[in-house]
Structure formats: structure tokens, C-alpha cells
């Protein structure tokens, strides 16, 4: 029989649901900079810069393709966001063509052939502070330059130049500085100038407004585009570079830079309900991570819990929790470990996984397996997502590792290179600065690629492209990109709103939540606590950096350009 309700409990219903959506509008409007972001009819480029995302849409408008658009976009982001964006560094491209055909590409650097297993301990064994983060030892060999190639040589409508020339034009132009490049200028201008010498282009205090230009690595761009990618493995440039580090004190060989080759592979492909999301496969922990963790939740009606509710927070983290201790402990370089993929993403063994798991009571990091060694992940990356008029997407992440890569700047050939080799363990079983353990797996060899966190993404639903995304932030690249896709999907939001919202992130250990500042309420975190969680406001005060596109239900295209950084969408 139905409980008879009474008219005064309905008005009181009614009230309560009025206060609590009118809370709820509070909040979202508190939390979230903006309802929507750029809409765009037919293509759109997200990036950190303005000026890169311009640059991209500009070449789809010119007939170019959403690949060709990769290749301008990467360029001008090592123009315009040194920070991240580079020739010098490396990154992985995930792609969904129009037909629906999707792949990836690895142009991930290399250890170079000199590279050891323990090149950063001293003779007790123990691990010398920055030899793999600052200066010529910590250089990988960059992938962009063959990465930008390959992907022109399979894909690419128009021809090199139109898709250079913007950048080099841009270089010799100059950027004005932001507010926010000025306070990352001034925050590593000492250890630039310590690595680099004074003579540096980044030995000078840049005002807001200023415009630096580029002309060094106009030149090189110049170079790169008159004699092809061998300028920078085997040329003139690589000659500069090879003699450059040598001076100061690195081991990549010309031989190294000639051997380099990038790798199509295939990417992890797995089902979240309705969704078919396509990841980065390794040497990207990426796409197995994020498997791992949503294949975990997905059992459970995470819509009814709640945006940023304590269940929800603790459904995440446990499953974070399990995919990151696995994680540290198998993923590598597929060449040159035996990665059990399909165990790790089976579905048998992931709901064992979380039988452990209960609402009541945190699940401790030293009851879940796998420990003792240790790896360090920058925070700085950055990602650009693009959708051209075809209808074809492609999902990039590069990298130079830490904030200005290795703080070493060639001022002759205009870049800064990578510190790449830190995203190796130096030696398992220390914990390092980020606190990420790691193990054999990634150990260093000669030419072996170091493990990544970069996930570009693709979602597609009913077999049609639903949104792209990715992020800077090194293990927290993984967990953002999970919370984005979630938000989108499991709340509605729009996609600013999505790349907006606010983020908390676990990675085994250290056995925190680590969570935005002054963004989570205060009761939500209490009942945490409560329950055995820690909760760490102040290790993270930016957990990722999201540049995605959300294909609205009018086939319209959806920026989020997240407001952490100077991210712009741009479209037409
Ligand atoms: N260097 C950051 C990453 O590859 O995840």
C-alpha cells in the first residue's frame, strides 16, 4: 500500500527540495568559473596558449587536417608555453579519425645508450638530489620533432610549411608575457641562470606585458623545416645539441639522436557503461590506470552518490588506491618489459580487488600489495585537444618534464631540453619527492622509455566521438582525466564545468587525499577524516590542468580550456 502523504509533509518535501536546490545553485555557481565554454560549430583547438589554439584552428580553416593542426599546435606551443610545450621533449597522440579508425603514438624520449641503472647514486647507493632533474644528465632524447613528422607522413593534407611558418612567424613576433607565465618566470629564473649561466635569455626579470621573442629557435624551426626531421637527429642541429650537452656535462650521443624512432602502438580500449574510452597504452600507465580505476567503480550507481560527496570521494580513492599500487609495481616500457595487460584489466581480477573495499572504514595503503621502491613525476606537462571539420579528433600530451624541462636552455638552438630521465626510478625503494613508488619496471636501461602518466583520451558514445580530453600533472594526469570524463557523464556538467570543478587525487602512497584547497566542504572532509582518510590541502594546490571538447548533443563542439593556466579554446 502507498504511505498517504500529507499535505503539510508535501509542502515541507517541497521546501527542503527548494533549499537544497538553491544551495545546490549556490555552490555551483561558487564552484564553477563559468556555465559554458567556447561553442563552435564545425572545429576547435584547446591548449594552453591562445596563441597555440589560434594557430591550430587557423590551419583546419586553411583546409588542414585535425592532424595537421597536431603539428602547428605542438609547434607553437614550444613558441609560446616554454614552460611545457616543446621540440625538445616528447608526448603521446591519441587519435579518432571520422570513420571511427583510432590509434596512438608514442614519441616518448629515450635513456640514451650511455644511460645506466644506478647513473643517479652515488658510490653508497644512495641518490644524488637533482643529478636527475637539473642540467645535461637528466636529458632524454627528445621525440616531438620525429613524432610531428611521422604524424604529417601519415595523415598530413598540407603541405610542411604552412604548418611551420605560423610558428616561426609567431617566434620572431614574440609572446607577451601573462601574469601567470611571470610568476613562473620569476619562481625559476635562479635555478635557470644556475643551470644555464648568466648569459641566458631568462636572465632578466619579464614584466607583465613584455614581449620576448625567439628568434634562436625561429632559426631552428627554419633549419628543421628547410632539411626535414634529420636536421634534428642528424644535421647541423644535431651536431649543435650533441656538442652543446657534451659541454655541459651529458652523455646523448649523435648516434643516440639517429637511433631515435617513435611507435605506433595500440591503445587500451575499455568500456565504462554506455562509454568506449581509448587511452594511451604503455609506456604510458595512462590508459591501464584509468581502466583499472573505472572498471573498479563501475559496478556502483555513482550518479545517486552525489558530486564530491564523501561516498563518491571514497569510491574513488579506494579504487585509485588498488590501480596505483599496480601501477608502480608492473608498468614499464613494453619493449622491454612484460607487462600482463590482460590480467590488469581483467574484469575477474578487479572486482577481487576491491572485495576488500567497504564505506565504513579506509582500506590502508600498507594492506594493499606492492611497495618498496619508489618514483618521482613532475607536475609539468601540457595538453592540447583537437576536433577539425572532417570530424576526425586527436588527443595530445608532451612533455619536458619538470617546469622548463631540465632549466638547461640552449640559447643557440632556442630551447630548453627535458629532464625526461627523472620520470625513470633512480632506485627503487626511496621515496622521492612526489612520494610515487615505483619498482623494477621502470628501472633505467639504454634506450629504454621511462613511464609516463599522460593520458590523452578519447570517449565515444553509441559509436560516436563524445569528448576528448587530457591534462598536465604528472600522476595526478590520471585521476584528473577520470574525474573530468566522470563529471560530463556521471553529472551532467558542461564541459567547462567538468574541467572547472574541483579535484582530489590518491596514488597509494603516500596514503593521502590530496585535495584542492579551500574547494571541498568542510563536513565532507570531517566525515573522511572520520573514517581513517587523511586529508592533504596543501601538497597539491593545482591537481591537473584539462584542456578537453565535448561533442554537445546538436553536434556541436564544447571548449573546457581549464582556468588553472592561461588555456584557451579557440573555434569556428
Ligand atoms: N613527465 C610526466 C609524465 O610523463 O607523466
Given at each position: ?81 616554454p614552460y ?25 624520449e ?61 617566434a620572431?613576433k ?62 647541423n ?25 617513435v ?137 619536458v618534464?619538470?617546469a ?37 619496471a ?24 563524445l ?22 557523464y ?83
Amino acid at each position: 500500500m502507498k504511505p498517504k502523504v500529507h499535505e503539510h509533509q508535501k509542502t515541507n518535501f517541497k521546501g527542503v527540495s527548494k533549499k537544497i536546490f538553491l544551495l545546490f545553485l549556490l555552490i555551483s555557481v561558487t564552484v564553477y568559473s563559468q556555465q559554458k565554454g567556447l561553442v563552435a560549430e564545425k572545429a576547435m583547438v584547446v591548449s594552453a596558449r591562445e596563441e597555440a589554439s589560434k594557430i591550430g584552428v587557423d590551419i583546419i580553416k586553411k583546409g588542414g587536417n585535425a592532424f595537421d593542426a597536431m603539428v602547428a599546435t605542438q609547434l607553437a606551443l614550444a613558441v609560446a608555453y616554454p614552460y611545457a610545450g616543446n621540440i625538445s621533449g616528447g608526448g603521446f597522440m591519441v587519435y579518432r579519425k571520422a570513420n571511427g579508425d583510432v590509434g596512438s603514438l608514442d614519441f616518448r624520449e629515450k635513456a640514451p645508450q650511455k644511460a645506466s641503472k644506478n647513473m643517479y647514486q652515488d658510490k653508497n647507493g644512495n641518490v644524488i638530489p637533482q643529478l636527475s632533474t637539473n642540467g645535461a644528465l637528466s636529458v632524454g632524447i627528445p621525440g616531438s620533432v620525429a613524432g610531428i613528422f611521422e604524424v604529417h607522413k601519415k595523415f598530413g593534407k598540407l603541405p610542411l610549411a604552412a604548418l611551420f611558418q605560423p610558428s616561426i612567424d609567431l617566434a620572431e613576433k614574440g609572446i607577451v608575457v601573462t601574469e601567470k607565465e611571470k610568476a613562473k618566470l620569476d619562481e625559476y629564473r635562479a635555478v635557470i641562470v644556475k643551470i644555464s649561466g648568466d648569459k641566458t635569455l631568462y636572465n632578466k626579470t619579464f614584466q607583465v606585458g613584455d614581449t620576448i621573442k625567439y628568434l634562436a629557435l625561429a632559426n631552428t624551426l627554419k633549419e628543421i623545416l628547410k632539411n626535414g626531421k634529420d636536421e634534428f637527429y642528424k644535421g647541423n642541429t644535431a651536431k649543435k645539441l650533441v656538442s652543446f650537452l657534451k659541454q655541459k656535462g651529458g652523455i646523448i650521443t649523435l648516434k643516440d639522436l639517429a637511433d631515435y624512432k617513435v611507435v605506433w602502438r595500440k591503445p587500451i580500449i575499455f568500456r565504462y557503461k554506455e562509454l568506449n574510452i581509448i587511452s594511451m597504452a604503455p609506456p604510458s600507465s595512462g590508459g591501464i590506470t584509468l581502466a583499472q580505476i573505472m572498471k573498479m567503480i563501475e559496478p556502483y550507481d555513482v550518479s545517486k552518490f552525489g558530486y564530491n560527496s564523501p561516498h563518491y570521494i571514497q569510491l574513488l580513492v579506494e579504487a585509485e588506491r588498488r590501480a596505483y599500487a599496480d601501477r608502480n609495481y608492473f608498468l614499464g616500457d613494453p619493449d622491454f618489459v612484460k607487462i600482463p595487460q590482460k590480467q590488469l584489466l581483467n574484469d575477474t581480477y578487479l572486482k577481487d580487488r576491491m572485495k576488500s573495499f567497504s564505506f565504513d572504514k579506509a582500506t590502508s595503503s600498507a594492506d594493499v600489495s606492492h611497495g618498496n621502491v619508489s618514483v618521482y613525476e613532475s607536475m609539468e606537462t601540457t595538453h592540447y585537444s583537437i576536433v577539425d571539420s572532417e570530424g576526425n579528433a586527436v588527443a595530445v600530451t608532451t612533455t619536458v618534464n619538470d617546469a622548463y624541462g631540465s632549466k638547461l636552455y640552449c640559447d643557440e638552438l632556442g630551447f630548453f631540453l627535458n629532464d625526461q630521465m627523472d620520470d625513470f626510478s633512480s632506485k627503487p625503494g626511496v621515496p622521492n619527492l612526489y612520494g610515487l613508488v615505483g619498482a623494477e619496471a621502470n628501472s633505467i636501461a639504454p634506450k629504454k622509455r621511462m613511464l609516463s602518466s599522460m593520458t590523452p583520451t578519447i570517449v565515444e558514445k553509441n559509436g560516436q566521438l563524445l569528448m576528448l580530453l587530457g591534462s598536465p600533472g604528472g600522476s595526478t594526469i590520471i585521476t584528473s582525466v577520470l574525474q573530468t570524463i566522470l563529471n560530463v557523464y556521471e553529472f551532467k556538467m558542461t564541459m567547462q564545468q567538468a574541467v572547472d570543478a574541483p579535484r582530489f587525487h590518491n596514488q597509494w602512497l603516500p596514503d593521502d587525499i590530496m585535495v584542492e584547497p579551500n574547494k571541498f566542504d568542510k563536513t565532507t572532509l570531517e566525515n573522511l577524516m572520520s573514517k581513517g582518510y587523511n586529508i592533504n590541502e596543501k601538497f597539491a594546490p593545482v591537481l591537473g590542468k584539462v584542456d578537453a571538447i565535448l561533442v554537445q548533443p546538436d553536434r556541436k563542439l564544447e571548449g573546457g580550456a581549464d582556468f588553472r593556466g592561461d588555456d584557451k579554446a579557440a573555434g569556428f
